[in-house]
Structures are given as structure tokens and as C-alpha cells.
């Protein structure tokens, strides 16, 4: 194509053999224009691909990830939240420059442009392949703008040589068109976007509870010794659910229906839990499929309301037995309604996990927490419907498959040091003990079949979350079992019964192997 400009127009304007240039202003224009369709295509195929992956975003969060921290604090203190508004502002203001540049140094030649335009492109593929958080689509977003931008660039600039001189009346009308094109696809991206869960939950920002939980007390693990931290960080939490794809519900479109026996039906929406005055609770969830010393279990600060008072909100009929759950991707859970409606057990309709919104595979935009049940029968996540019902009425998910109606929580403990061989002589032993809403009392262990020996434990932050404990153990040289076992508030000692996880949670004492040498 450049052979158009090479062989001199039919009706060459100068007897000099200069090629034809374009004005500054169209130049300009051609520039920002190429920009825009850029954005907006990227924009738009974002949309599908995860809408983080907008090469406008991409660049916008590459630069807040790459700003020194003393920068940021500046940016914080001295703009307060706008710092992104400032952020992605004078982002736009740097590019539209640069665009306008790359339009005037391509007055003649398109390629200057294209190649200042392929630059641009290139820092946006480089801003989302570096990101750790998108998924392996999410480059096709930066290429269609780069490609977008070179394409349009290049396009306008011969049509604009083409037909400049002879018809500016054209021209205008393909860069309003242009113009009109790169809003509609920007405008489409940001909408399809804004379905998007990702989005609405980045949009949220922090959550502030009125009741905020307790500090957790340096002492309320023995980390260094080998065993959890006691608060589990949102990513390291155990996953258990039946959905191939996570539902992605935007907190805007969410809807919680509140229905049966009641005596009137509520529907909430996100707003109308958000604007409650939220609490916090320190709860362990537990997996009923978790085997003896096995990992599905861990602990957070859950930020919600209470359940109970949603359901007296709607008021609970004589003669309700079950909350039936259900949540968007089909999946139903039954608790008691005496469970939900003791106002000391806390059930909460939680909508926050460790100070941030909940994350989507933990069920954003809600989900269930019910302290001392184990998950599969209390603690639905993406919830979007609570039935007031009898247990003959309904029946829950993993019921039908074998698994008890009722499932309260079993005492149990597990070792988590020491693992493979340590040096003879005086060996730590540590781990996790739980009883959630009722406490555990004593954590014993033994070593081949000695005596029992208390071990010590982290101090207690709440009935409803696990306990750390540790202990120490004489080993000769050789190997070695130690065996552990939990007593809860109640006075129950865990049972030495081996049961499997079906129907209704596992028992017996974990048991581990070392070798000192
Ligand atoms: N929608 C939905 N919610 C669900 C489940 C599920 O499969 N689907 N599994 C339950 C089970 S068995 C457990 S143990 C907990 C686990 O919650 P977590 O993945 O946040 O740890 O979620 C419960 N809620
Ligand atoms: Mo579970």
C-alpha cells in the first residue's frame, strides 16, 4: 500500500516531487483515534476474558504494584481514596500525548505512528502476562488492542491521504466513525464487565464491621512449633464444594429469598445486608469428609449478620424444623432451625472473610456459617434462598447420597509436628485440637503406647475455633509413634473408635511415625 505513495498522485498538487502530508490537526486526530478503538477493543474482549485483563487496567494495576510504598503512601495521603481515579487520569492524559505524538511524527508516513502505537500495545501484553491473577485467555485482550491500534492507525492514515484533499467531508465522517465505534465497544466492555463477580467484589473495598472480633492474642498458636496459624490467610483456606465452575454472581444482581414457613416472605439484596450493622466471629469450618489428621479444616473472621435475626425479621411458623439452603449453582444444605435461631450459637449469613469481601470461591456474594457444624449441612456458599421447612419436606444435597441429616462437628485432634526424623533426645510435638462451640479442655499424647502426658495449650480465643497444643516428648534413638487425643468442655474424650467419614464424620486418634537419629 505504501506503493500509493510512492508512485505521486494522478493530480499531483506541487510541481515538487514531495509526497503528499497531512495537516497537524487530522494527524493528531488519527493518533487519538487509534488510541481509543485500542482501548475500547481491548476493553471489550476483556470482557469475556476476565475484565482485569483491559490493557488499560492492566497497566493502571502494574504501576500501582511497581509505585515504592513511600510513593503510594503520598498517593494515599495525599488524594485518599481518588488515588485510582488520579492514577488512571493521568495515565489517560500521558497516552493521549503520546498518541497526539505519534500522530504528528507520521504526517507522511504512517509507520512512525504504527510503531509508537505497537509500543503502547506491547506494554499492555507485558502488564497482563506479568499478572499472576489472570488466566491463560487473558492476553488475547492486550493483543486485540495492539493490533486494533496499528490496524486503525495505519487504516485512517491512508484514508485520510487518500481522500484529504479531495473530499474533507469523508474524512470526517470516518473518524467520527471511528469515534462513535470505539465508544460503542468501551461502552459494551464496561457493561459486560460490570456482570462480571471479579469486578463487583474489587469494587466493594474493605468491609467494616460495627462488632469488630477480639484481637487474636500472640499465644493463640504455636506456629513456630509446627502448627497452623490460627488464622487462616483467605487463600491457604480449605476448599470443598461440587461446582466445575464457581459461580460468579455480581453482589448487584445478587438476591437472598427468605420463604416457607413464615409468616412474611423477604427478599433481600446486597445493599440491605451491607447496610446492617455487621458483626465478626472467629469460626474454625470443618469438612465432614475430612479423614483423621486431614487438612479440610481452617479458620477465619467472618463478617455478616445474624441469621437469626433475618429469620425472626420474617417470623418463623410453629412447627419449622430445617433451614433449607440453596445456592445459585443448586447445591442445598438443611440446618435446624433451633441451631439458627439460638442466639448464642451466632449462625451468620456472612458476606466478609478476614476484612475483605468474601472470595468468590468461598461463596461472594454470601454464603452460610454455622459455628459447630460441619459445612455440608450448614454452610452454603453463593446462598440465594433460605426455605423455612421440615426435615420431610425437603431434603438436602448430600442426603440423598448417604450422608447424615444431622451433622454436628466431632471433637477431634491432629498432629502436625514433627514430620520424617528429628535428633534424638527431647522432641516437640504439636497440633490442632477442636470442639467448635463447645471448647476443648485437655489435649493428651503418648508416645508408643506410654502413658498419657497433658499437652500445653494456645490460649483460648473463642469455643467456636480450633486450639493449638503442644508437648514435649523423651525419644531414644530409633522410631517412634505418637498418638493424640482432645477432651472437650463437655467432658467427652475423643474416642479411640475408628469410623469413616460417611455418613457423619470420621473418629479415632491420629496416630504419626518419626524416626529420631
Ligand atoms: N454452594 C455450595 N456450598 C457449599 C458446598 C458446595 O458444594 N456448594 N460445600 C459445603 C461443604 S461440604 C463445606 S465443608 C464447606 C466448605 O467451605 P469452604 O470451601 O469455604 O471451605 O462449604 C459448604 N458449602
Ligand atoms: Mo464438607
Redesign the pocket.
Given at each position: 500500500m505504501t506503493t500509493d505513495l510512492e508512485q505521486a498522485p494522478a493530480n499531483p498538487p506541487e510541481p515538487t516531487e514531495a509526497p503528499p502530508k497531512l495537516a497537524a490537526g487530522p494527524a493528531a486526530l488519527i493518533g487519538v483515534l487509534a488510541l481509543a478503538a485500542a482501548l475500547a477493543a481491548g476493553h471489550l474482549v476483556a470482557a469475556f476474558v476476565g475484565i482485569k485483563a483491559s490493557p488499560y487496567l492492566a497497566v493502571g494495576n502494574a504501576a500501582v504494584d511497581a509505585t515504592p510504598a513511600w510513593l503510594k503512601d503520598f498517593a494515599a495521603g495525599t488524594f485518599g481514596t481518588a488515588d485510582k481515579t488520579v492514577l488512571l487520569g493521568g495515565m489517560a492524559v500521558v497516552m493521549v500525548v503520546l498518541a497526539v505524538v505519534a500522530g504528528l511524527v507520521s504526517r507522511t508516513w504512517a509507520w512512525p505512528g504504527q510503531a509508537i502505537i505497537g509500543v503502547f500495545g506491547a506494554v499492555g501484553v507485558a502488564a497482563v502476562v506479568t499478572r499472576p491473577d489472570l488466566g491463560q485467555f487473558a492476553v488475547i485482550a492486550p493483543v486485540a488492542s495492539l493490533v486494533t491500534g496499528v490496524l486503525v492507525f495505519r487504516g485512517l492514515h491512508h484514508a485520510a491521504l487518500a481522500q484529504g484533499i479531495s473530499s474533507p467531508s469523508r474524512r470526517r465522517f470516518l473518524f467520527a466513525g471511528v469515534a462513535v465505534g470505539a465508544g460503542l465497544a468501551g461502552g459494551a466492555g464496561q457493561w459486560i464487565g460490570s456482570q462480571d463477580a471479579e469486578a463487583s467484589r474489587d469494587a466493594l473495598g474493605p468491609l467494616v464491621p460495627t462488632r469488630v472480633a477480639p484481637p487474636i492474642p500472640p499465644d493463640a498458636d504455636f506456629a513456630r512449633l509446627g502448627t497452623p496459624t490460627f488464622l487462616t490467610e483467605n487463600h491457604d483456606?480449605?476448599?470443598?464444594?461440587?461446582?466445575l465452575v464457581v459461580p460468579q454472581i455480581p453482589a448487584e444482581g445478587w438476591r437472598l429469598r427468605l420463604h416457607g414457613m413464615v409468616d412474611r416472605e423477604i427478599t433481600y439484596t446486597y445493599d440491605d445486608i451491607r447496610r446492617r450493622p455487621l458483626v465478626e466471629r472467629v469460626v474454625t469450618?470443618?469438612?465432614?469428609?475430612n479423614p483423621v489428621g486431614g487438612p479440610?479444616i481452617?479458620t477465619a473472621k467472618f463478617i455478616g449478620v445474624d441469621l437469626a435475626d433475618l429469620l425472626n425479621e420474617a417470623g418463623v411458623r410453629p412447627g419449622a424444623e430445617q433451614l433449607f439452603s440453596t445456592?445459585a449453582?443448586g447445591?442445598t444444605?438443611g440446618t435446624p432451625v433451633s441451631t439458627v435461631l439460638d442466639p448464642g450459637r451466632g449462625a451468620m449469613l456472612a458476606i466478609g472473610m478476614n476484612g475483605e469481601p468474601l472470595p468468590i470461591?468461598?461463596?461472594f456474594p454470601a454464603?452460610l456459617v454455622v459455628p459447630g457444624l460441619?459445612?455440608?449441612v450448614s454452610?452454603?456458599?453463593?446462598v440465594t434462598e433460605l426455605e423455612v421447612t421440615t426435615w420431610d419436606a425437603q431434603q438436602a444435597y448430600w442426603l440423598h447420597r448417604g450422608w447424615a441429616e444431622q451433622g454436628p462437628i466431632k471433637t477431634e485432634s491432629r498432629i502436625d509436628a514433627p514430620h520424617g526424623s528429628v535428633p534424638p533426645g527431647r522432641v516437640g510435638i504439636a497440633g490442632i485440637a477442636w470442639a467448635q462451640h463447645t471448647g476443648i479442655a485437655k489435649v493428651e499424647v503418648r508416645l508408643d503406647n506410654g502413658p498419657w502426658q497433658e499437652a500445653t495449650l494456645s490460649a483460648n480465643v473463642t469455643d467456636d475455633a480450633w486450639r493449638m497444643w503442644w508437648a514435649q516428648v523423651q525419644a531414644s534413638p530409633g522410631s517412634h509413634t505418637v498418638t493424640v487425643r482432645a477432651t472437650d468442655r463437655s467432658g467427652y474424650t475423643q474416642t479411640d473408635q475408628v469410623a469413616d467419614v460417611v455418613p457423619d464424620g470420621a473418629t479415632g486418634w491420629h496416630t504419626i511415625n518419626f524416626v529420631a537419629q
Open positions: 483456606f480449605y476448599r470443598i464444594d461440587t461446582a469450618l470443618c469438612c465432614v469428609s479440610y481452617s445456592s449453582d447445591f444444605a470461591e468461598h461463596g454464603r460441619y459445612g455440608y454452610a452454603t456458599k453463593w
